[in-house]
């Protein structure tokens, strides 16, 4: 790989990197992403996308209107026995959803694969610039660490282990057109939330997040432990689930960081989830590591006000996102009953409102250099 002036090395291809990538090579920055994975690809399910997701991606030139559909995302509640809470519109939220593998590969298509660089995992950083990997001392002007919630740059040079939130989430999506058409929701039962929403080719991602005792729990068949818990919540739900092959079902703990006092440290930067690592509540940690993408490629040259922006913009939404953890947790009959009569209640324009702190952003101008 090349490392010349104004260099970049990015550690880790997931969508905060890459989309770091992206950026800085349009603010003329020379990039090479490092990734410990032999293949570029992202597994996972689907993914919702916030309006300020999709301004992030269209600063970096990026549109994904043909490979998401809007949904309705958490404005269509329902009860384990299938009673419509509330319904939403979709034009009252703006929100999009996306298989990840689609997100990921419209952003890896948008870097030359000679900036990428497989099997190549970062064993060590500095705060110098040097950063380590297969043996190999590399120099740069600017290390991004994109590596994720168990981040090595982070732990090494910061401090702070992923915090499990006692909340496990199985995730999968069912093979296209099997069970079609089905109606965006999420069905919210006594600290389990099960999530129902639509992707393009007929196909629908599906979720449910439950309370777990302690970490790394694993079940012989993860399929039959979803439907030991949900199948006989209301259709389509357990047809989903039954739809969706038995290995394709993903099983992970839910993690998170507590908030780091600072995104940078001379030339290294934490970004995504190595920076603010969220449980997935409100929805919002990869629209956050675009977020941080955008703004780090326009301010590559003034990392003190990437770290203030971004602190001042997630850390309120770190704490929101405990905040959902203790509230869908919570297995309490009656506070379920009025955590449903509330929503019942909220009109979408005061839900709109509600949101609108998470999904209103406007994406700073990169300027872009030939
Ligand atoms: C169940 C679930 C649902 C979610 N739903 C949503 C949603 O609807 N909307 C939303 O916005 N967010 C959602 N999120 C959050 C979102 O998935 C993450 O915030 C986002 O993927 C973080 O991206 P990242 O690039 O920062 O990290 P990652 O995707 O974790 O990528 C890190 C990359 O770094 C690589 N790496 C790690 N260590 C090294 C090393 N030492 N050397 C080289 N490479 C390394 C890894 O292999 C990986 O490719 C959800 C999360 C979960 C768990």
Redesign the pocket.
Known sequence: MVVGERNALV?????????AAIGLRQAGWSVSV????PV?A?V???????PN?VKALAALGLDVTDRSVPTI?RGNIRTPRGRWVRRNHPEDVGVLAIH?ADLHDVLRKALPESALHTD????AVSTDGTVT?AGEELRADLVVA????????RRTLWSGDAVFQHRT?W?GVTPSGSVWPVQESLTMGRGEQVGVLPLPGERVYW?L?ANEPRPNILYADDRAEVLRRIGSWHGPIPELVSATPEDQV?H?D??DIDPVPTFVKDRVVL?????H????D?????????EDAVVLAANADDLARYDRERRARVHPMMAAARASIARNSDTNAFRHFALLTAARLVSPAAWRKATAQWADWDAPRIATQA
């Open positions: 550690i880790g291809a997931g969508i905060g990197g890459l989309a490092l990734e410990r994975a570029i992202e996972g399910a689907g993914l919702t996308l916030w997701a995302s990840r190549t995992e970062v064993t990997c994109a590596d994720g919630v168990n981040s090595v740059t989430v995730r979720f997040t993903l992970n839910m993690l970004l995504g989830d190595a920076a690592a969220m449980t997935p409100l929805g919002q940690g990869a629209c956050q590591a675009l």
